[in-house]
C-alpha cells in the first residue's frame, strides 16, 4: 500500500476520489457519510499539498521533500480510517488507483522519456552532404531515416549484421548498459551533436564502443573518458588539464564537444562518409585521409580501402554502426531499453561527504545497480573516496535529489553510511601480548594475555606516492590541503600539473 501510494497518488483525480470512497447515500448513516465527507475532504486537501510540493521539488526546493511526505503520510491514513467505516468503499478506490496507475504509465511510455522508434534526431541525406548516396550499405544513409531501404541496406551488409548480432548476444548487457548510463548524460552531451547536424544515434554509438557509458574509462594506449580521446587529439580540440589537476577529457559535456568538432572536421575533409569518419576516429585521421586520397573517395566498404585498415578498425565501424543502428530501432530486434528517471538536478552538499558515502545512503531507489555509476559521470572531476566539502552543488537527477534529502542529511542511514566509509580494516587487528599472572578472588591462580595498550591514533602520512591515473587535485582532496600548496612543495608546474606514477610527493600544508 506504501509503495504504491508514495508511486503515483498524484494520479488520482478529485472526482475519481470522492466517487470511489462514496457508497450510496441510503445505505449509510449520517455519521458514516458524514465520516466519508471527511475522509473525502482530507484526501483533496492532501493532494493539493503533494502536488504543490512536486513542484518545489523539480523547482529543486529541499522543503518539498518533506511536504511531499506528509502528504503521502495523509493519505495512507485517510485509505486505513476508510477502512474502518461501514460503506467507505475502499476497494473500489484501490481498483481505480491501480487502472489510473497503468494508464498513467502507458502514457508515460508513449510520450515521456526517450521514444524507442525516433528520427527526430538524425539527419537526411540532403542533410549531410550535397551529393548522392552510394548504393553501398553507407552509414549515412542507415543512420538517416526510418524506410525499408535502409533496413534493407543493414542486411545486405554482414559487417554490420555480424557486429548487430554481436550486441544481442553476448554483449547484450554492455550495450542496455550503455543506454542507461547515456541516459543520465544526455542532456550534457547531445546538444553539441544537435548543434552540428550530426546523428545522435552515431554519438551513442561512439560511446557504447568506446566506454559503455563509463567517464572514467581508460584504455592501455592513454585515451581516458566516455569518448576516449587520446592526449594529443584531445588537446587540439580544448581538451585536458584545466589549471586544478582534472582533465577534461573526462567530462562528458566537453568531450561530446569535442568529438561533435572532430567528426564535422572529417565531413569536412572526406565528404559524407560516416564509414571513414569513424575510421578516422580510431584509426587516425592521417590513414584515412591518405586511404580516401589515394583511393579516388571510394567506401569503406570497398575492398581497396578496407583492407588498408587495422583489424581493429574493421571491427570498430561496424560496431558503432549497429550499436547507433539498436539505438534508433530496438523494438525490431526484440530489445528493450530500460528507462530510467534521468530528469537533471543539483544536490547541494548539507555536510562533507564523498562519493562513496552518498552512494550508500541513497540506496538504490528503484534501480538495480544505485546511483555510484551515475555520481561518478555527472562529476567526473571528484574520485569516489575523495571528501567533498559541504556546500558543493553535485550534478544528479530530481529523484536522487529527493533521496538525498530523506536519508543522507540526518538520520541512522547517513550516520551508517559515514561511519561504513571511515572504517579502518587496519583497526581491526589486534596483538596479544605476554602473559601474566593473575590471583582471584578465590586464592585460585589464573594465567590470561597482557591486554594490549591502547593503540595510538596512526600517524598522519607526510608522503604521498601517485598511483597510475591519480591527479594532484585528487590528491590534494584527499590530503584536505591547497593544489597550489601541493604543487608549490614538490615543483609541480601548472597549469597542467602533470605527474608520473611511482612519483613521490610530500604532503606540506596538508591536514
Same mark, same amino acid.
Given at each position: 500500500?506504501?509503495?504504491?501510494?508514495?508511486?503515483?497518488?498524484?494520479?488520482?483525480?478529485?472526482?475519481?476520489?470522492?466517487?470511489?470512497?462514496?457508497?450510496?447515500?441510503?445505505?449509510?448513516?449520517?455519521?458514516?457519510?458524514?465520516?466519508?465527507? @471527511?475522509?473525502?475532504?482530507?484526501? !483533496? #486537501? /492532501? &493532494?493539493? +499539498?503533494?502536488?504543490?510540493?512536486? $513542484? =518545489?521539488?523539480?523547482? *529543486?526546493?529541499?522543503?518539498?521533500?518533506?511536504?511531499?511526505?506528509?502528504?503521502?503520510?495523509?493519505?495512507?491514513?485517510?485509505?486505513?480510517?476508510?477502512?474502518?467505516?461501514?460503506?467507505?468503499?475502499?476497494?473500489?478506490?484501490?481498483?481505480?488507483?491501480?487502472?489510473?496507475?497503468?494508464?498513467?504509465?502507458?502514457?508515460?511510455?508513449?510520450?515521456?522519456?526517450?521514444?524507442?522508434?525516433?528520427?527526430?534526431?538524425?539527419?537526411?541525406?540532403?542533410?549531410?552532404?550535397?551529393?548522392?548516396?552510394?548504393?553501398? @550499405?553507407?552509414?549515412?544513409?542507415? !543512420? #538517416? /531515416? &526510418?524506410? +525499408?531501404?535502409?533496413?534493407?541496406? $543493414? =542486411?545486405?551488409?554482414? *559487417?554490420?549484421?555480424?557486429?548487430?548480432?554481436?550486441?544481442?548476444?553476448?554483449?547484450?548487457?554492455?550495450?542496455?548498459?550503455?543506454?542507461?548510463?547515456?541516459?543520465?548524460?544526455?542532456?550534457?552531451?547531445?546538444?553539441?551533436?544537435?548543434?552540428?547536424?550530426?546523428?545522435?544515434?552515431?554519438?551513442?554509438?561512439?560511446?557504447?564502443?568506446?566506454?559503455?557509458?563509463?567517464?572514467?574509462?581508460?584504455?592501455?594506449?592513454?585515451?581516458?573518458?566516455?569518448?576516449?580521446?587520446?592526449?594529443?587529439?584531445?588537446?587540439?580540440?580544448?581538451?585536458?588539464?584545466?589549471?586544478?589537476?582534472?582533465?577534461?577529457?573526462?567530462?562528458?559535456?566537453?568531450?561530446?564537444? *569535442?568529438?561533435?568538432?572532430?567528426?564535422?572536421?572529417?565531413?569536412?575533409?572526406?565528404?559524407?562518409?560516416?564509414?571513414?569518419?569513424?575510421?578516422?576516429?580510431?584509426?587516425?585521421?592521417?590513414?584515412?585521409?591518405?586511404?580516401?586520397?589515394?583511393?579516388?573517395?571510394?567506401?569503406?566498404?570497398?575492398?581497396?580501402?578496407?583492407?588498408?585498415?587495422?583489424?581493429?578498425?574493421?571491427?570498430?565501424?561496424?560496431?558503432?554502426?549497429?550499436?547507433?543502428?539498436?539505438?534508433?530501432?530496438?523494438?525490431?530486434?526484440?530489445?528493450?531499453?530500460?528507462?530510467?528517471?534521468?530528469?537533471?538536478?543539483?544536490?547541494?552538499?548539507?555536510?562533507?561527504?564523498?562519493?562513496?558515502?552518498?552512494?550508500?545512503?541513497?540506496?538504490?531507489?528503484?534501480?538495480?545497480?544505485?546511483?555510484?555509476?551515475?555520481?561518478?559521470?555527472?562529476?567526473?572531476?571528484?574520485?569516489?573516496?575523495?571528501?567533498?566539502?559541504?556546500?558543493?552543488?553535485?550534478?544528479?537527477?530530481?529523484?536522487?535529489?529527493?533521496?538525498?534529502?530523506?536519508?543522507?542529511?540526518?538520520?541512522?542511514?547517513?550516520?551508517?553510511?559515514?561511519?561504513?566509509?571511515?572504517?579502518?580494516?587496519?583497526?581491526?587487528?589486534?596483538?596479544?601480548?605476554?602473559?601474566?599472572?593473575?590471583?582471584?578472588?578465590?586464592?585460585?591462580?589464573?594465567?590470561?594475555?597482557?591486554?594490549?595498550?591502547?593503540?595510538?591514533?596512526?600517524?598522519?602520512?607526510?608522503?604521498?606516492?601517485?598511483?597510475?591515473?591519480?591527479?594532484?587535485?585528487?590528491?590534494?582532496?584527499?590530503?584536505?590541503?591547497?593544489?597550489?600548496?601541493?604543487?608549490?612543495?614538490?615543483?609541480?608546474?601548472?597549469?597542467?600539473?602533470?605527474?608520473?606514477?611511482?612519483?613521490?610527493?610530500?604532503?606540506?600544508?596538508?591536514?
Amino acid at each position: 500500500m506504501s509503495i504504491l501510494v508514495r508511486t503515483a497518488c498524484w494520479l488520482l483525480p478529485a472526482v475519481l476520489l470522492s466517487v470511489a470512497m462514496s457508497a450510496p447515500a441510503h445505505a449509510q448513516s449520517r455519521r458514516a457519510q458524514a465520516a466519508i465527507d @471527511a475522509l473525502n475532504e482530507r484526501m !483533496l #486537501a /492532501a &493532494e493539493t +499539498r503533494y502536488r504543490e510540493a512536486l $513542484v =518545489k521539488i523539480r523547482n *529543486a526546493d529541499p522543503a518539498g521533500v518533506d511536504e511531499g511526505n506528509a502528504a503521502l503520510e495523509d493519505m495512507e491514513d485517510v485509505l486505513v480510517e476508510c477502512g474502518r467505516i461501514k460503506g467507505c468503499n475502499n476497494a473500489g478506490l484501490l481498483a481505480s488507483f491501480k487502472r489510473l496507475l497503468k494508464a498513467q504509465a502507458d502514457a508515460a511510455s508513449a510520450t515521456g522519456g526517450e521514444a524507442e522508434d525516433v528520427d527526430t534526431t538524425v539527419i537526411d541525406d540532403s542533410g549531410v552532404a550535397g551529393v548522392e548516396v552510394p548504393d553501398s @550499405a553507407s552509414a549515412a544513409a542507415l !543512420l #538517416a /531515416a &526510418e524506410d +525499408r531501404r535502409f533496413l534493407e541496406q $543493414v =542486411k545486405m551488409n554482414p *559487417a554490420v549484421q555480424a557486429a548487430i548480432r554481436r550486441w544481442l548476444t553476448d554483449m547484450r548487457t554492455s550495450l542496455i548498459t550503455s543506454h542507461e548510463n547515456y541516459q543520465y548524460m544526455q542532456h550534457m552531451m547531445s546538444p553539441a551533436f544537435k548543434r552540428r547536424g550530426l546523428p545522435e544515434a552515431l554519438l551513442f554509438g561512439i560511446l557504447a564502443k568506446e566506454s559503455n557509458g563509463r567517464v572514467h574509462a581508460r584504455s592501455r594506449a592513454g585515451a581516458v573518458g566516455p569518448l576516449q580521446f587520446m592526449p594529443a587529439t584531445g588537446r587540439r580540440f580544448g581538451l585536458g588539464p584545466d589549471g586544478t589537476g582534472f582533465d577534461t577529457r573526462y567530462d562528458p559535456r566537453a568531450s561530446a564537444d *569535442a568529438a561533435a568538432a572532430y567528426l564535422s572536421e572529417r565531413y569536412a575533409e572526406l565528404g559524407n562518409q560516416i564509414e571513414l569518419w569513424l575510421a578516422a576516429y580510431n584509426g587516425g585521421e592521417g590513414r584515412a585521409r591518405r586511404v580516401y586520397q589515394e583511393t579516388g573517395g571510394r567506401s569503406f566498404w570497398d575492398a581497396d580501402v578496407y583492407n588498408q585498415f587495422p583489424p581493429e578498425t574493421k571491427d570498430y565501424v561496424p560496431m558503432v554502426i549497429a550499436a547507433a543502428w539498436l539505438y534508433l530501432h530496438p523494438k525490431e530486434y526484440g530489445l528493450a531499453f530500460p528507462r530510467v528517471d534521468a530528469r537533471p538536478a543539483f544536490i547541494q552538499l548539507q555536510r562533507p561527504a564523498s562519493i562513496y558515502e552518498l552512494t550508500i545512503c541513497l540506496g538504490n531507489g528503484g534501480t538495480r545497480d544505485g546511483y555510484m555509476r551515475v555520481l561518478r559521470n555527472l562529476n567526473p572531476q571528484y574520485e569516489a573516496d575523495a571528501i567533498i566539502p559541504a556546500g558543493t552543488r553535485l550534478n544528479a537527477t530530481v529523484r536522487m535529489a529527493g533521496l538525498y534529502e530523506r536519508w543522507c542529511t540526518r538520520g541512522a542511514r547517513a550516520e551508517l553510511a559515514r561511519t561504513l566509509v571511515e572504517s579502518d580494516a587496519a583497526t581491526a587487528i589486534v596483538r596479544v601480548g605476554d602473559m601474566e599472572t593473575v590471583t582471584r578472588p578465590d586464592g585460585t591462580v589464573q594465567q590470561r594475555p597482557v591486554a594490549p595498550a591502547p593503540r595510538a591514533a596512526p600517524a598522519r602520512p607526510r608522503t604521498h606516492r601517485v598511483a597510475s591515473g591519480e591527479t594532484l587535485a585528487a590528491i590534494a582532496r584527499r590530503y584536505q590541503c591547497s593544489v597550489r600548496a601541493l604543487a608549490s612543495a614538490n615543483g609541480v608546474r601548472p597549469p597542467a600539473y602533470m605527474l608520473r606514477a611511482g612519483q613521490t610527493l610530500k604532503l606540506e600544508g596538508c591536514r
